[in-house]
């Protein structure tokens, strides 16, 4: 499941459920307008109380 939004993007994490991200989760040199859906990511998850999974410190691997 992706879902791209003005600034938001859902994901599916492998064997973790649902994480969103936040364009100001991006790592420093990686565009959010960069990315496109099925582009393989890294990220660091942490459990948000509030919003639950979150991806921070986002960049883009390779393109699918």
């Not at 307008?33 to 990220?43: H, K, R, S, T």
């Given at each position: 499941q992706?879902?791209i939004?003005?600034?938001?993007?859902?994901?599916?994490?492998a064997?973790?459920?649902?994480?969103?991200?936040?364009?100001?989760?991006?790592?420093?040199?990686?565009s959010f307008?960069?990315l496109?859906?099925?582009d393989?990511?890294?990220?660091e998850?942490?459990?948000?109380?509030?919003?639950?999974p979150?991806a921070r410190?986002?960049e883009?691997r390779s393109?699918?």
């Amino acid at each position: 499941q992706q879902t791209i939004a003005d600034r938001e993007v859902q994901f599916r994490v492998a064997n973790a459920g649902d994480a969103f991200f936040h364009r100001s989760d991006m790592h420093e040199g990686t565009s959010f307008n960069d990315l496109e859906i099925g582009d393989v990511v890294a990220f660091e998850l942490l459990d948000d109380r509030i919003s639950g999974p979150r991806a921070r410190q986002v960049e883009r691997r390779s393109r699918r």
